[in-house]
């Protein structure tokens, strides 16, 4: 069992950087794959980032791929999803999610994923 936390979001001027933070507690984390979500408002909640239990290997979805990076810290339990260049689009609530695996693995479907956070919300204006 693991509790997620996130932190990090706020509001930001676009072009600028956030760096969202997912604490998780209980649970061996290096045994979980973890990935980023984000909905905005009308739209469907899609995957943002994904990792896996080592952190080495990685998922990001055409909309961030080489903006956004995420990365993990095991010996903190923490996922951090690093954003630079922020656009308007990326306005949105941002959850992370985790689901135990075994290897080198990560699900892209929401519903493989077992233990959510409650979300940080990103908004970015022009």
């Known amino acids: 069992q693991v509790q997620l936390v996130e932190s990090g979001g706020g509001l930001v001027q676009a072009g600028d950087s956030l760096r969202l933070s997912c604490a998780a507690s209980g649970g061996t984390f290096s045994s979980y794959a973890v990935a980023w979500f984000r909905q905005a408002p009308g739209k469907e909640r899609d995957v943002v980032a994904a990792?896996?239990?080592?952190?080495?290997?990685?998922f990001y979805a055409d909309s961030v791929e080489g903006r956004f990076t995420i990365s993990r810290d095991n010996a903190e339990s923490t996922v951090y999803l690093q954003m630079n260049s922020l656009t308007p689009e990326d306005t949105a609530w941002y959850y992370c999610?985790?689901?135990?695996?075994?290897?080198?693995?990560?699900?892209?479907?929401?519903?493989?994923?077992?233990?959510w956070g409650q979300g940080t919300q990103v908004t970015v204006f022009s």
């Open positions: 999610a985790a689901v135990p695996v075994h290897g080198e693995i990560f699900p892209l479907n929401q519903r493989s994923y077992d233990y």
């Open positions: 990792v896996t239990g080592s952190g080495g290997k990685t």
